[in-house]
């Protein structure tokens, strides 16, 4: 199932001993797009501060109830856990020290999404192997490959040139937390509501310029079907987005 991340921002976070506050944001990773941690903003408990969270951690299925996400630390793990500091970019070695705090897998280095598991729930279950902490640094550990969900919402989406749009969301599957589709929000005369296109169908993306482009026709791409008239995409939906791009199923 898919789910707008719009829909679950400001959710309760509920430990195994109480609350430990809302989701803010989240950060994906720009290479499979999947999100990888939820940036939790804490209530009176942490005086503000912000700390990740892994969808590892999380039991059960994301928006399975819009009330809460439970997720199975105790306050004490979360609030001791390393802090998360947004205003600077999170190096590789920022996140091992997270997953060697949590005692959780890391997620790259496999061939699934989650390193050798294909969903967070899947790698929960996989024993957690530390490295030795007199191993050497690796020489990528301090390359960044996370963005965060805030960011890139209100980035241009252009068709071969020509300004058709804006991101305005995410929907991810609920299971494996990738994100499917980016919500596109037409710009007024170049057509009506959304537009739903796979990060992976978008052909160069400038961080810099904060712009995605697509190698297509803007004329063909006012063309593309309406979907998700009822605020999510069906299965049928995707089948159609599937079909114009010529694109293979994800599903299958």
Partial sequence: MLISTSRIENTRIHAQDGTIGKIETFLFDEEQWVLRYIVAKHGFLFF?????????????????????????????????????NLARPISRRKEE???????????WGGAGLWG??????EAGTVTYEPAPTDEPAQADSDEYHLRSTEE????????????VGSVSGFQIEDTTWAVRYLSVEMEEGQGD?????????VDEISWIERKLKLDMPADRLREMPTVGVRGALAR????????FFGQPRYWK
């Fill in 48 to 84: 503000g501060g912000r700390k990740l969270l892994s969808p590892v951690s999380v039991t059960g299925t994301i928006g399975e109830t819009d009330a809460e996400i439970r997720v199975g630390l105790t306050r004490e793990q979360v609030k001791n856990a390393p802090p998360a």
């Fill in 97 to 107: 020290q997270f997953h060697r705090y949590y005692q959780i897998p890391v997620y």
């Fill in 116 to 121: 050798t598991a294909m969903t967070p729930m």
């Fill in 152 to 163: 890139v919402e209100g980035y241009r989406v252009e068709a071969k040139g020509e300004r």
């Fill in 193 to 201: 509501g959304q537009l739903f296109i796979s990060p992976h169908w």
């Fill in 236 to 243: 049928e939906d995707e089948e159609k987005l599937h079909e």
